[in-house]
């Protein structure tokens, strides 16, 4: 399958400062990235979904300014985790589609386990 | 709008069978079924599309009923391999955008 590339693996940040998280596709264009955030034994929550060149949907209750998505080009989008606090600790998770089709399966970046200290 | 999974977690002897249930309230444009393990990104496994259609792989199957309301994942003389947890997905259109939102997860647990 394709191979969707996420780094860091894990970062571990001072209370305040913020962190960027990067997701690539390696293997082909993703037209669209869905960015999710996993506590513990829980399930996967849908942060925002961004597609190349515009700006990013954010769900419901996921603060735009606090984490900011940009998707500028067809193999990267990123994940900025701005003026990090305790409670933002968490795994997140980016995932890529190939084609902006509702149809197709989305490939998993190997997650980034965020540490704030 | 996120499906409803059940069970939440499974206890299996290795070459048992399981079956996960996944279901929504409303017809589903598709439903995907992911598997992760404990620390990893979770791994595609398949997609469904069409009300009845079913479909595997090796030991692995699943269907989408005709309403498009439910969805099992069936798990077939489990193997050790695949024990971690089985998310269902859907995908929403909203406002132009595309959403793909899971269930709460599956816990599958195989024992020798």
């Known amino acids: 399958g394709a191979v969707v590339s996420q780094h860091p693996s894990w970062v571990i940040c001072k209370s305040g400062t913020s962190v960027k998280i990067e997701c690539r596709s390696l293997d082909f264009q993703a037209t669209t990235m869905f960015w999710y955030r996993q506590f513990p034994k829980q399930s996967l929550m849908l942060m925002a979904t961004s597609n190349e060149g515009s700006k990013a949907t954010y769900e419901q209750g996921v603060e735009k300014d606090k984490f900011l998505i940009n998707h500028a080009s067809l193999t990267l989008s990123t994940l900025t985790v701005t003026s990090a606090h305790p409670e933002d600790s968490s795994f997140y998770i980016c995932s890529a589609k190939a084609y902006r089709g509702m149809n197709t399966e989305a490939f998993f970046g190997q997650g980034t386990r965020l540490t704030v200290v | 709008q996120q499906p409803v999974q059940s069970p939440q977690a499974v206890i299996l002897r290795e070459g048992e069978d399981a079956v996960i249930n996944c279901s929504s309230s409303k017809a589903l444009y598709s439903v995907h079924w992911y598997r992760q393990k404990h620390g990893e990104a979770p791994v595609f496994l398949m997609i469904?599309?069409?009300?009845?259609e079913q479909k595997g792989h090796d030991k692995i199957s699943a269907s989408f009923n005709e309403k498009k309301q439910q969805s099992s994942l069936y798990l077939t003389a489990s193997q050790l391999s695949y024990s971690g947890t089985y998310f269902c997905g859907t995908e929403h259109l909203l406002q132009g955008a595309q959403k793909l939102v899971f269930g709460q997860g599956t816990r599958l647990t195989i024992n020798p």
């Open positions: 469904l599309l069409k009300g009845g």
